[in-house]
């Protein structure tokens, strides 16, 4: 099966000092790949230009063989709406909106009607074990239901490929364990593909393979 | 166990925090808001400092005169071996222009003289001041005809009472000037030396609230950084008082500093910003200097308040390190954050109600809605928002609304500033219309009757006789104002006299006997203020003279006069239709005596007659036939205005201006430093036309909600003062322009706040 992700020569500047400086990298279907290094190394700036966030100054990405760089700003947004999900180390949920319409949100963009994407959402909501919480808001719940609900904002319109920024660099240890292993879990239920980035080797360890940054160079590939 | 430390903690705090990098731009804000604030806070003490200067002036003196004729003294000139001074001086009117015209006979140079005049014009001769030197040259020959014959000095500016002051020293004769007023002795100041701060202090009170809005915006800006650095200080054991101090200073100096370059750019800022010809005049007269200590005291002012909101900042930043509770944002959730506009609102219906003139209470309404508008917007916002959001439309309307109704506070933080100009300028718009009219008590007597198309009057005193060819015999008696226009006056220029022609015999007619001291026929009639007692039943005013005396009728020279009692029989009035009069006789052109007299001439006595409704309604409608039918206009009211208090008027809506442009720049910054909140959308593939249309429809319904609620407060406003007044509005189109301004400026401040917070590397 090919690869539903591929990075060719990717190389991004930030001034004169190389984020990203010659990375290759493919991802599969329904595979999990750790990201990890230093901090400084290249790790986020990577992860946004693989998802579109960011063009790379040279080099290329491919969605399904189909290079993200050539995308009209529209086109990138359809595909990250479609496509692509996202969890970031504070969840960067909407603080005025209800986690159920947080959730719902991926959907909404996508046209579905509100109800149909509340209820969708409220089974994401209740498959991660923050079912009861759907009503509350940001600021009423903890860190670990936060991260919680910002896997199931991810998950919920059944993306290709999730891209995870540290999602568990602000929960203790045993939040850690249980958001990321349902991360994984969910995921591979989906039969998404992650793209994990973290500082922390023990997470990446659990990962199908992982990629070591450092300097923006691929020092230890999988 | 307390700290110790080698320097002064909050100097040193405050300056490193000052000199970062990342404090550069909100430096530069803060100075900015000092700029603006001490600006606005000099140009109204300067102002206020100009109408003394202006009182100082030859044209704002008043004359001083020896004992009158008949009181002591003896008539001016009557003694040839002493060398007097002769002065009479009248105002006319001219296209709504007040032109002062001073005659003065002083034959042998020895003035007195008033400061800026050396020497008194000769017979022939005239000194006239640049305003009206300018007007003569620009106007129809009609008002050059006054002056023709004369040869015309233009008076020094410095030495006139304001640039727009129409004045002119006309040399006369002693012949020709008459023997009705004492000698001229010397000048004396026009008014109280503090009467400029009346306004000045009325000017300021209007600039707190904008003022303090926008050094409180700007005094938060930064604030999250700030509360954070304060709180690790806290923590590592930097004394409370340090830190507020640190946080006073921090936030004082920039502001301090834009205040002090304000006070010393001043100077240099007054002969070009405050000479702007504005509808042909000017704004100030003379510079608007404010005196070094004044200014000093500003700069204080300006900082000290700057420093106690950046004090309140570290002082919340102390709390929360401390753990006594967490620091959170005050959220709008309580109704009592509309108390002071609820009030407002309660005490204008109880003004209404109580239809007093000048009634605090409407004052107190108006300074209440002024300052509760921002926090009533943002609660009434919140809840509109939390029940539109119930609304399914899409996802940019549930975030927009679910924003509005978490944060109002920010959402309606330009908006509440916008929505205070838009109401200061429709409550201005009652007001200087009603300004712009004559205070006669029998005006809102005769419009509380119904005859409103009443108000009238004469450019000038001799274009009367061209108005009024042959009046019907019930105006000889009972017209109360008549409409008169020069022949080459704009009809949609509102008269401002009201005159009633007569002579001796239509007065004999009138009262129906002969009048004693009448034979040279030189009488006229002009009310007097009311007496107490207003409104007194009719039958009491039938055929008697009322408390005030009877007609009191005087010769031209003065030397005659007589009190009259109205004759029953003539004057007979049904119930209920006593009015009060208003009338004024001129002399006809043609009268043989008016070489004699010199000018018309006037004189005032009250009179209160019994009005027969039937010859009312002949005067009313020959009136109302003879005369163009007018409207007030605003073109005129707005140009009436400038003359007078429009100046301050202007200055503080300018003021207010600027402050809420300042202020929707600091918002617009402030929303710079929130890009994250929109990065996390785009990355779920919200495009970003989406994210300008969740902005947008922000800053729509709060600028709505606000120009709304505005509004409708100075529509408030407007219905009480003019219910007040006895007048009614002449146009909603200022409303309009203020509404339709106010909400640009909310949404061109939505529009540059998406394009900061939407510019971001990711593209």
Known sequence: MPPVLRARALHLSYGPAAAVAGVDLSVDPGEVVGVVGASGSGKTTLLHCLSGLLLADSGSVLFRDRPVETMTVRQRDELRRSHFGFVFQFGDLVPEL?????????????????????????????????????????????????????????????????????????LDDRNSEVVFGLLLERAREHGAAVVLVTHDRHLAARTDRTVVLAAGRVVEPA | MRPTTTVPAAPAVAWRALLSRQARRRVVLLALAGVVAALGVLAAVGAAEVKGRENARSGAVEPLFGPQPGYGGVPVFSRPDVPETGWSQLEHRYRGHIVKIVRVADPHDRGPFPPGVTAWPRPGQALVSPALDRLIRSAPAS???????????????????????????????????????????????????????????????????????????????????????YRALRLLGLPAAHARAAGALETAAPVAAGALAAALAWPFLLPEMFA????????????????????????????????????????????????????????????????????????????????KPRDPLLWAAIVLLGAGLPSAAAWVGQQLARLLGRVEAGVVWLLAMRRLAADPQSRFRVAGMVGIAVFAVGAAQPVSQVMAQPHLPWVAQARAAGHTDLLAGAETLEVVPLRLADP?????????????WSPDQDRAVRPAHAALVADCRRLEELFARPLPDCAGGRMMLRAAPLPAGDGQPAA??????????????????????????????????????????????????????????GDPFQTAAYMRIAVDAAAWEEARTWVVSSSP????????????????????????????????????LLAVAEDGGRRREWFALRALGMARGRLTAVQFTEALVAAALTVALATLASTGVTVTYLRINEDRLDSGLPYLLAAGAGMSVVVLAAAASSWATLRTPYR
């Open chain 2, 472 to 484: 019907p015999a019930a105006v000889h008696a009972l017209v109360p104002a008549v409409a008169l």
């Open chain 2, 276 to 355: 702007l010809p504005l509808t042909g005049r000017w704004l100030f007269g003379a510079d608007l200097r404010v005196p070094a200590g004044r200014s000093a005291l500003i700069v204080l002012g300006v900082a000290v308040l700057a420093g106690a909101l950046g004090a309140a900042t570290a002082s919340g930043s102390d709390r929360a390190s401390r753990g006594v509770r967490l620091l959170r944002p005050v959220r709008l959730t309580s109704p009592w954050v509309a108390l002071l506009f609820g009030a407002g609102l309660l005490l204008l219906a109880v003004a209404y109600s109580r239809h």
């Open chain 2, 540 to 597: 009491q005013a039938q055929g008697r003279p009322d408390a005030g005396g009877g007609l009191l009728l005087r010769s031209a020279d003065r030397t005659r006069q007589t009190s009259v009692a109205p004759v029953a029989t003539t004057l007979d009035l049904p119930a209920d239709q006593d009015t009060p009069v208003w009338a004024v006789m001129v002399l006809p052109p043609d009268d043989p005596a008016l070489a004699e007299l």
């Open chain 1, 98 to 170: 209800t986690l159920l319409e947080n959730v719902s949100l991926p959907l909404r963009l996508q046209g579905t009607r509100a109800a149909e994407a509340r209820r969708r959402a409220g089974e994401q909501l209740e498959a991660l074990g923050v079912g009861g919480l759907g009503r509350r808001t940001v600021g009423e719940v903890s860190g670990g239901e936060l991260q919680r609900a910002a896997i199931a904002r991810a998950l919920v319109h059944r993306p290709d490929v999730v891209f995870a920024d540290e999602p568990t660099g602000a």
């Open chain 2, 143 to 229: 008002l050059g005809q006054w002056f023709a014959g004369t040869d015309a000095e233009v008076l020094p500016a410095a030495a006139v009472g304001s640039a727009g002051q129409l004045i002119a020293y006309l040399g006369v004769t002693p012949e020709e000037l008459g023997t009705l007023q004492g000698p001229l002795t010397g000048f004396g100041s026009a008014g109280r030396s503090g009467s400029g701060w009346y306004p000045a202090l009325g000017s300021m009170l209007f600039l707190v609230m904008p003022a303090f809005a926008l050094v409180l915006t700007a005094s938060r800006f930064g604030r999250q950084v700030r509360t954070t650095r």
């Open chain 2, 629 to 664: 039918a007018y409207r007030l206009e605003n073109s005129y009211q707005l140009s009436g205005v400038l003359d007078s208090t429009g100046s301050w008027v202007l200055l503080g809506l300018t003021a207010s201006a600027a402050v809420t442009v300042l202020g929707a």
